[in-house]
């Protein structure tokens, strides 16, 4: 089983795979781990540890949290291999072989999300550019101008994304980051799962910096070309927060789409095991998540497509399917609806394994648009929804950086204006309802005249 492993190192060594400018290797940090293949072309990474407010649960990941990336308070994570027959046994007898070892956690295999398929689309990207009131957006100079938006997928082509939008497109290659063994060039990836990602992100943010990252382009052994693992996203992210953390905090602003998950139990430890991710709020992705949320970045997931109408084939969790970070309480978790208001068989429903009440909200999905797998096919899954919320977001960040609307503030705006499509304002189909610009841009302007 491919594994991450948590280490607390020297501070100095931890000092070293914190800085960005420092390199330092697997063998650096966790050479000699009995029983473990460790893959040396994984550069170690960072995690920081949350740290409760005075007089909080130092125990509780449930309580408004800073991170600290310190050398004295940060860890460190490496991937490597344990036979499945040795499994258990390392996992329980790593700490006390090595007192460094702090867990031993899964790094299940993740992947896109396309729909189950079949169906034509319905209406086109301008009916979405209609119904998230791009023109509106645009008059009021939120078009994603200057706004850092990270697409983790499959790569993107830039020149396919330009040619079918009809216009040019931003891409930032200096801040775009591939995974180890990954090679290509930012922008320049087949067309694919990516392409279509960065192209709905477009429809409400035309402005806005594409920052390529291919994290579904790492391979593990017998994996297809579509998979990746999970460690590769905590890298991806890892990188990210040194983006963030390199712009001026005044004007902050870093949007990040996510159209991937776990689809199965198989890959991932038992629910209750220390090492779990799908249920596990402490596993390390799933904190860097949190810090990522905490320092200024809005991160956006696709809630899945295991909805109960026509679920992916894939889908092997027996119930409650939306797992993982794709249930973050500190992300948006985004559903799907057409371009009829109406939630599409595929979407999935709640309640989420790390919070219930997933998804947030629904966004625009199987439509034409990119054309990324063929002129009648459409971008769907809530793989496209949720680009699709990442631009109107990322729309919005254009004036109205984290130090003006932290993400918390701007998740709770989203969902308070969303178009409910129920009697009970929250429900497991559609979450807090439909994403509605207009009220968006009301509830801004109400924001603006109360601080002014």
């Known amino acids: 089983m491919r594994v991450l492993i948590q280490l607390r190192p020297s501070p100095d060594l931890v000092a070293a795979v914190a800085d960005p400018g420092q390199t330092a290797t697997t063998a650096d940090v966790a050479d000699g781990l009995p029983g473990v293949e460790l893959d040396s072309a994984f550069i170690p990474v960072a995690v920081p540890r949350p740290v409760p407010p005075a007089g909080g649960d130092p125990l509780s990941l449930n309580q408004p949290l800073d991170f600290s990336l310190a050398a004295e308070d940060a860890s460190v994570l490496v991937r490597g291999t344990i036979s499945d027959d040795e499994l258990a046994t390392r996992v329980t007898m790593l700490p006390m072989i090595r007192p460094d070892v702090v867990g031993v956690f899964a790094d299940p295999v993740i992947e896109s999300s396309p729909t189950c398929g079949g169906d034509p689309p319905v209406g086109d990207w301008h009916d979405v550019e209609r119904l998230i009131n791009a023109a509106g957006l645009a008059a009021e100079g939120l078009d994603g101008a200057g706004v850092a938006l990270a697409v983790l997928d499959t790569g993107i082509n830039a020149a396919h994304v330009a040619r079918h939008l ?48 291919p994290v579904l382009l790492s391979t593990r052994p017998g994996g297809s070309a579509l998979d990746g693992l999970l460690s590769d996203a905590v890298a991806a992210f890892a990188h990210l927060r040194t983006v963030l953390d390199a712009q001026p905090a005044e004007s902050r602003s870093l949007v990040i789409s996510n159209s991937w998950g776990s689809f199965s139990p198989a890959w991932d430890f038992p629910v209750g095991h220390p090492g779990n991710y799908s249920d596990n709020a402490a ?84 439509f034409s648009g990119s054309k990324a797998f063929g002129e009648n096919e459409p971008d769907s899954g809530t793989s496209a929804a949720c680009p699709v919320a990442a631009g109107l977001v990322a729309a919005v960040r254009t004036q109205w950086p984290s130090s003006r609307l932290s993400p918390a503030q701007l998740r709770a705006l989203l969902r308070r204006t969303a178009e409910d499509r129920s009697e009970v304002g929250f429900d497991f189909d559609y979450g807090y309802g439909i994403v509605d610009t207009t009220a968006i841009l009301a509830a801004l302007r109400r924001r603006a005249k109360s601080v002014a």
């Not at 956006?300 to 399917?321: E, I, M, T, V």
């Not at 609806?337 to 966004?363: F, H, I, M, W």
């Open 166 to 213: 009809g216009r040019g497109v931003t891409l930032d290659a200096e801040r775009s980051w591939n995974p180890a063994g990954v090679a290509g060039r930012p922008g320049e990836f087949e067309v694919d799962h990516g392409t279509m990602c960065a192209f709905d992100t477009l429809i409400g943010a035309p402005q806005a910096s594409l920052i390529d990252i």
């Open 283 to 366: 596993h390390p992705f799933n904190l860097i998540v949190a810090s990522l949320d905490r320092a200024g970045a809005d991160v956006l997931f696709a809630a899945g497509n295991c909805g109960r109408d026509c679920k992916d084939g894939r889908c092997a969790y027996p119930d409650r399917p939306i797992v993982g970070a794709n249930s973050h309480p500190r992300a948006l978790s985004i559903g799907g609806v057409d371009v009829a208001n109406e939630r599409v068989g595929y979407s999935s429903q709640g309640p989420g394994r790390l919070t219930a009440r997933k998804p947030d909200v629904c966004a625009y999905t199987h």
